[in-house]
């Protein structure tokens, strides 16, 4: 299949918005629309270091997929890390090699930024994604955990 990747356009709000819904719907959760308009606009006017490129068709044709990326530094390396976030394809044109073109251009964009890495996480479960993941990346090892806030802290 025929694809081209591009940042985002102005234009693409509307089918940006039906993809990343639906990448929100497959892990059963939905954000709020300033959430919705507060992302678009950050990666949109590259007010901070929130990216996002899509893939389509052809160059004037609708998204069919959608991914995010940011970098932030690490006290490993003066380098920066590139974090990529929220893949998501159109279920109607998987397998077709378009998440993969996704991952590669995340990743030649993070080299020429000069980044130490770039990574990405994925439920252990998500057996689709982790497919394509055995291909292009290599597993880390580490798990991840979140701190609860709901638990009374106990410093000594
Ligand atoms: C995961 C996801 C992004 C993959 O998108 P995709 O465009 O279908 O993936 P690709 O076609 O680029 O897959 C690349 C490779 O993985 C293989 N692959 C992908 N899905 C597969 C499947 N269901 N079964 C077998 N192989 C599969 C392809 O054959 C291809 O291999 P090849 O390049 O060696 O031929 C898509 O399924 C999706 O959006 N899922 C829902 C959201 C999600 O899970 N996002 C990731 C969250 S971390």
Redesign the pocket.
């Known amino acids: 299949m025929d694809a081209v990747v591009t940042e985002f356009r102005v234009e693409d709000r509307d089918r940006w918005t039906e993809l990343w819904t639906a990448?929100l719907k497959?892990y059963k959760t939905s954000l709020s629309a300033e959430i919705f308009d507060s992302t678009w606009n950050r990666m949109i006017s590259k007010s901070g270091t929130l990216r996002g490129v899509g893939i389509r068709e052809t160059e004037s044709g609708p998204l069919l997929?959608i991914v995010h990326y940011l970098v932030h530094e690490t006290a490993w390396t003066p380098k920066q890390m590139c974090y990529l976030q929220d893949?998501?394809?159109d279920p109607a044109v998987?397998?077709?090699?378009?998440?993969?073109?996704l991952i590669e251009t995340v990743a030649k964009n993070a080299k020429e930024l000069d980044c130490y890495r770039c990574y990405?996480?994925?439920q252990e479960e998500?057996t689709?994604?982790r497919?394509?993941y055995d291909?292009v990346g290599r597993l880390s090892g580490f798990v991840r955990y979140d701190f609860d806030y709901s638990r009374p802290v106990q410093s000594p």
């Open positions: 990448y497959f997929g893949l998501f394809v998987r397998g077709k090699g378009l998440a993969r073109t990405w996480l994925t998500n689709q994604a497919i394509l291909k």
